[in-house]
């Protein structure tokens, strides 16, 4: 029996790494019938054997903050484009889909909640949400959400500390981790011709730390920072282009997967100073296990959880990411050893072989499907 898959995201683009590259490829390789619903206004396509399915409706996330706007106008129709695939399961990504989940639940389908982050958790560090509402909203948020978990299929989660909030919530909870690919971003080079440079890969942000390692550079002289991916707000570029180590920094904009595995390759430190914000202490940032994946030591921040990885695999160092003197004084403190760097480096490339890789975590995805059978 070949099983139908339709995964949904009205929020990520159809490129997404865990949603695509990882899950939906997989899906496809495994031999289930794969399909992927969007809203980026690309059109249809085939890739991966995927059938790329678009609403038609683009929203730019970098300028378009009118998330009510954006539900109004793609729930509908995600809903109606989901009906029209009548796939075994469906697989949504984003808590807005909730609503879209529980009509095709009432419609007797099987879904999935694909929950990437503690949405509750994650309501603190919304600037647009006023501090003194922020308790209240969270509140509200896990009381809708957990009502809507209650009727799914399964609730997949990207780390184990969203599935112990799963647990006793719904029967039917699966970690399945943002482990890399493995060789993916991984690329040949001599550690030798490397330049005095780090790097930031993803989406940027007010809370990850990115103005803080700017900051920093200047107790780093010479050091160049390669900044790679959207930059949320546009605002943010404002601020960052005012501090002195703005000089030093090459912004790359939103790159390709080749293209980063080109920039790991070359860069010497892989930057990961979130800020200690409640959603980012029990996170697993899949930047931190690229960075690994490609032989690259790790600058992080010093949240016990990522103490405990980094420091049991030694493969990089931990900073107070509130602290632009110690990130900078670190980063040129390890640029000059590259014995050092080579051996965390190569010790951060056999955890991800031996454990962080996707190849462990889609055999749990393709045993929640096969579940049906």
Known sequence: MSLRICHLTSVHGRNDTRIFLKECSSCSKEGFETILIVSDGLGNEVKNNVKIIDIGIYFDLARDSSRLKR??????????????????????????????????????????YDAHEDLPKGIYSK??????????????????????????????TATPTISKRFKGINNNVVNVNNFPILGELSRDFDWSKKEDKVCFLGVITAIRGVHETIEGLQYAPDVKFELAGLIYPETLKDKFSKL????????????????????LSTSKLGMVTFLPMRNHLDALPNKLFEYMSAGLPIVASNFPLWKTLIEDNNCGVCVNPNNPQEIGKTIAT??????????MGANGKKAVHEKYNWKNEEVKLFKVYKSIL
Not at 74 to 93: I, R
Not at 96 to 109: A, P, Q, S, T
Not at 334 to 343: A, E, G, M, N
Request: net charge positive; charged share 30%.
């Open 71 to 112: 539900m109004r106008k793609t729930l509908g129709k995600m809903y109606d484009e989901a009906m029209k695939q009548d796939a075994d399961f469906y697989h949504f990504h984003d808590p807005e889909l909730m609503f879209v989940g529980y009509w095709l639940k009432r419609k007797g389908k099987k879904v999935i």
């Open 334 to 343: 390890l640029i000059k050893d590259d014995t050092l760097l080579k051996q």
């Open 244 to 263: 002195p180590g703005w000089s030093r920094v090459d912004e790359r904009g939103v790159i390709n997967r080749e293209q980063s595995a080109e920039l």
């Open 127 to 156: 600037p647009y949400i006023k501090s003194y509402l922020q308790p209240i909203v969270s509140f509200g948020i896990r009381v809708i959400e957990n009502f809507f978990a209650r009727k799914f299929y399964c609730i997949i």
